[in-house]
């Protein structure tokens, strides 16, 4: 976001493609607000004209949703999807396939092959390169669960408020995501670092606010975590076409030598994203790896557990205590 001009512009975008949601009202965290600058939802598109391309309107908008994540050598990622793709992700391919060759994306329509992957990096932690071992991973995993495990400890029950400085049960309406994607470092000394920029749309009923957030991986894990707290009050994820055209292809997280002779630099596609992202687990397999973990460690252990406590009636066969025999007389 080039100024709060193109902000703003984006922003009623954003109000006018989110209006169709049916939100309700999240309770109340009694905090105090941090300052932060940010614009109402009655900003007028008519009045945010300029003489670059950062207006947007509603036709430049994608919705995404989370299709999965992985680990990767930068970090943990999630991995953004059109709105309505994430369940045509293609399954890894299993042991026979393997040994054959056979590919289950080579089953996938055309135009699903070629849907984008919106690759973001949410943590830079070099404990999340081979498995999500961070606690920012792991509570990742956990909102994406259905319905989310939301702990508040590392995203506090007041993030929303204290990124907005809207108080009194504000709501988050939107996300739109503006960039996503590795910018060359600008301290001349090379390397690259992921750059994050977003536009979060919140407030209490018709009163809303666009908050402009840019930073790195931890404002992206901030955003996305935030968008899937409040998806069940109505919060949408949307993104820029110029955003998504501008996604860092896979070699960008990749440690391999042989990254951009394998992928280039293409636009990463769900025909593609197992390849590039071989660990990768949809939200369906990850939401039945856990279902199948409560299963056998907690609901089990339980019931076997409780099943021991209970008493048992006799059948007569002199298992009973002595006061219950009938052939016994008090």
Same mark, same amino acid.
């Given at each position: ?223 996305? $975590?935030? +968008? #899937? ?9 949307? &993104? *820029?076409?110029?955003? =998504?055209?501008?996604? @860092? ?41 856990? $279902?199948? +973990? #409560? ?9 076997? &557990? *409780?099943?021991?406590? =209970?008493?048992?009636? @006799? ?16």
């Amino acid at each position: 976001m080039s100024s709060h001009v193109a902000v703003a512009s984006r922003a009623a975008s954003l109000a006018a493609a989110a209006s169709t949601s049916t939100r309700s009202r999240a309770p109340a965290t009694p905090r105090r607000a941090r300052s932060r600058s940010s614009l109402s939802r009655s900003a007028s598109r008519d009045d945010t004209e300029t003489d670059d391309d950062g207006t947007t309107s509603a036709s430049d908008l994608v919705e995404l949703e989370c299709g999965g994540v992985s680990v990767s050598p930068r970090g943990f990622v999630a991995l953004l999807v059109r709105k309505g793709v994430k369940d045509s992700i293609p399954r890894a391919a299993n042991e026979v396939e393997a040994m054959r060759g056979a590919d289950p994306a080579a089953d996938l329509a055309p135009e699903l092959a070629r849907e984008f992957v919106l690759p973001v990096l949410i943590t830079d932690l070099d404990e999340d390169a081979e498995a999500a071992q961070s606690a920012r991973a792991q509570t990742m995993l956990q909102l994406l669960q259905e319905p989310p495990c939301d702990m508040g400890i590392q995203l506090p029950y007041a993030a929303l408020e204290e990124v907005t400085g809207v108080a009194g049960g504000a709501v988050l309406g939107a996300v739109l995501v503006g960039k996503a994607a590795f910018v060359e470092n600008g301290d001349g000394g090379g390397g690259d670092a992921f750059a994050w920029e977003a536009t979060l749309l919140a407030g209490v009923g018709t009163d809303q606010n666009a908050v402009d957030v840019i930073g790195g991986a931890d404002e992206a894990w901030q955003c996305l $975590a935030l +968008a #899937r707290r409040y998806e069940q009050y109505g919060c949408r994820v949307f &993104a *820029t076409k110029e955003a =998504v055209a501008g996604a @860092s292809s896979f070699s960008s997280f990749a440690a391999r030598d042989d990254a951009d002779a394998l992928f280039g630099n293409a636009t990463l596609t769900v025909s593609a994203a197992r390849a590039a992202f071989p660990r990768m687990q949809t939200v369906a397999e990850s939401r039945a790896i856990a $279902a199948e +973990a #409560r299963e056998k460690f907690l609901w089990r252990p339980f019931a076997a &557990a *409780t099943a021991d406590d =209970v008493p048992t009636c @006799s059948d007569g066969d002199g298992d009973a205590p002595p006061e219950l025999r009938e052939d016994e007389t008090p």
